[in-house]
C-alpha cells in the first residue's frame, strides 16, 4: 500500500512538467435541427403569458433567440379559447386569466420548427388552517437578534399526490426611499427539510407530510417589527418535476453526471404547467 502514494505523486509530477501532453478532440457532433422552445407557467391571479424562442446547439454559448412570427392558440377542455398575441421579444400573451381545475392546451407554429403543443391544469389552492406567528427562540435565531416563526396546519389530500412551494417577502424601502420587495429568506422546523430550492420559492411533496393535516413551521429570517407574507401554492407535478430536474441538471456535480431537464412539449423543449398560491400576512 506504501506505493499507492509514490504513485499519486509521480502522476502529479507528470502533470506540471508535461503539460502538453494532451490532445483537443474535436467531437463530431450530430447537425442540429432546430426546435421550439415554449415555457409558460401559469396561475389564476395573471394572464395567460409564454416566452418562445428557439434551441441552440449543444456547442453554443449563445442566449436562446426570440420566436416573434408564430402562431400560438389555447384551449380549453378541448374547445379553442384565444389566440396569444406577440408583444415583443417572444413574449406571447391572451388577456385571459387561467380557472383552477380546468384543462388547458397550447399549440404553437412558426416557419422552420415543427409544431409544437403541450397541457397542463391549475390545481386547487392549498388549505390553510390556525396561522400563528412568533418571535422565534434564540436557538432557531440564524442572524439577528430577533427572527420569526410561523406554525399552521396544511390539510392535504392523502388520496392523491399534491406538490406544493413557499416563499416568503416583506415591504421595504430603500435608500432613496422607494418601495421594493425584500426577499424573506426561510428555512423549515417541520418537517425538517425542503425538496429543492428554485430562486426563491423551496418546493416539497407530501411525502414528507405525516398525516392529512400536518403541521408546517418555518423560520424566517426577518424582524417581528415587520409584517412578513408567506405565499403557499399547490403546483401541478410538471411544475414540480421541471424545478427538481431543473435544480440537478445545474447543480456542481463531480461525477459529471447530468441529469436530463423533465420536458412537457410535445416535438419541442420547455415547461408549460400551472399552480395556485394563497398569500397570508404574519407577524407576532
Same mark, same amino acid.
Given at each position: 500500500?506504501?506505493?499507492?502514494?509514490?504513485?499519486?505523486?509521480?502522476?502529479?509530477?507528470?502533470?506540471?512538467?508535461?503539460?502538453?501532453?494532451?490532445?483537443?478532440?474535436?467531437?463530431?457532433?450530430?447537425?442540429?435541427?432546430?426546435?421550439?422552445?415554449?415555457?409558460?407557467?401559469?396561475?389564476?391571479?395573471?394572464?395567460?403569458?409564454?416566452?418562445?424562442?428557439?434551441?441552440?446547439?449543444?456547442?453554443?454559448?449563445?442566449?436562446?433567440?426570440?420566436?416573434?412570427?408564430?402562431?400560438?392558440?389555447?384551449?380549453?377542455?378541448?374547445?379553442?379559447?384565444?389566440?396569444?398575441?406577440?408583444?415583443?421579444?417572444?413574449?406571447?400573451?391572451?388577456?385571459?386569466?387561467?380557472?383552477?381545475?380546468?384543462?388547458?392546451?397550447?399549440?404553437?407554429?412558426?416557419?422552420?420548427?415543427?409544431?409544437?403543443?403541450?397541457?397542463?391544469?391549475?390545481?386547487?389552492?392549498?388549505?390553510?388552517?390556525?396561522?400563528?406567528?412568533?418571535?422565534?427562540?434564540?436557538?432557531?435565531?440564524?442572524?439577528?437578534?430577533?427572527?420569526?416563526?410561523?406554525?399552521?396546519?396544511?390539510?392535504?389530500?392523502?388520496?392523491?399526490?399534491?406538490?406544493?412551494?413557499?416563499?416568503?417577502?416583506?415591504?421595504?424601502?430603500?435608500?432613496?426611499?422607494?418601495?421594493?420587495?425584500?426577499?424573506?429568506?426561510?428555512?423549515?422546523?417541520?418537517?425538517?427539510?425542503?425538496? *429543492?430550492?428554485?430562486?426563491?420559492?423551496?418546493?416539497?411533496?407530501?411525502?414528507?407530510?405525516?398525516?392529512?393535516?400536518?403541521?408546517?413551521?418555518?423560520?424566517?429570517?426577518?424582524?417581528?417589527?415587520?409584517?412578513?407574507?408567506?405565499?403557499?401554492?399547490?403546483?401541478?407535478?410538471?411544475?414540480?418535476?421541471?424545478?427538481?430536474? *431543473?435544480?440537478?441538471?445545474?447543480?456542481?456535480?463531480?461525477?459529471?453526471?447530468?441529469?436530463?431537464?423533465?420536458?412537457?412539449?410535445?416535438?419541442?423543449?420547455?415547461?408549460?404547467?400551472?399552480?395556485?398560491?394563497?398569500?397570508?400576512?404574519?407577524?407576532?
Amino acid at each position: 500500500m506504501k506505493r499507492l502514494p509514490y504513485l499519486l505523486n509521480l502522476l502529479i509530477c507528470f502533470s506540471i512538467f508535461f503539460p502538453g501532453c494532451s490532445k483537443k478532440i474535436d467531437l463530431a457532433l450530430p447537425p442540429h435541427n432546430p426546435e421550439l422552445v415554449l415555457n409558460g407557467v401559469f396561475n389564476p391571479d395573471t394572464v395567460f403569458m409564454v416566452d418562445l424562442s428557439s434551441s441552440n446547439p449543444m456547442s453554443s454559448d449563445q442566449d436562446f433567440s426570440s420566436v416573434t412570427n408564430a402562431s400560438v392558440k389555447l384551449f380549453q377542455n378541448g374547445n379553442y379559447l384565444a389566440d396569444l398575441i406577440h408583444s415583443k421579444d417572444g413574449i406571447y400573451r391572451a388577456q385571459i386569466n387561467p380557472q383552477p381545475l380546468q384543462k388547458y392546451e397550447i399549440k404553437a407554429a412558426a416557419p422552420g420548427f415543427p409544431d409544437i403543443s403541450a397541457s397542463s391544469h391549475v390545481p386547487s389552492p392549498p388549505i390553510i388552517e390556525q396561522v400563528k406567528a412568533s418571535v422565534a427562540n434564540p436557538s432557531d435565531r440564524t442572524h439577528s437578534d430577533k427572527e420569526v416563526n410561523v406554525s399552521m396546519k396544511l390539510k392535504d389530500v392523502s388520496a392523491e399526490e399534491n406538490f406544493y412551494f413557499v416563499r416568503a417577502y416583506a415591504n421595504a424601502i430603500d435608500y432613496s426611499g422607494h418601495p421594493y420587495t425584500k426577499i424573506v429568506y426561510l428555512s423549515f422546523i417541520s418537517p425538517d427539510e425542503h425538496d *429543492f430550492r428554485r430562486e426563491v420559492r423551496y418546493f416539497f411533496s407530501d411525502k414528507l407530510l405525516k398525516t392529512e393535516s400536518s403541521k408546517l413551521i418555518l423560520h424566517l429570517e426577518n424582524s417581528p417589527d415587520e409584517t412578513t407574507y408567506i405565499q403557499i401554492a399547490r403546483v401541478t407535478e410538471e411544475y414540480y418535476r421541471y424545478g427538481k430536474t *431543473f435544480d440537478k441538471h445545474h447543480s456542481p456535480d463531480f461525477n459529471l453526471h447530468k441529469t436530463g431537464v423533465f420536458n412537457n412539449i410535445q416535438n419541442g423543449l420547455g415547461i408549460f404547467a400551472g399552480y395556485n398560491a394563497i398569500t397570508l400576512e404574519v407577524k407576532p
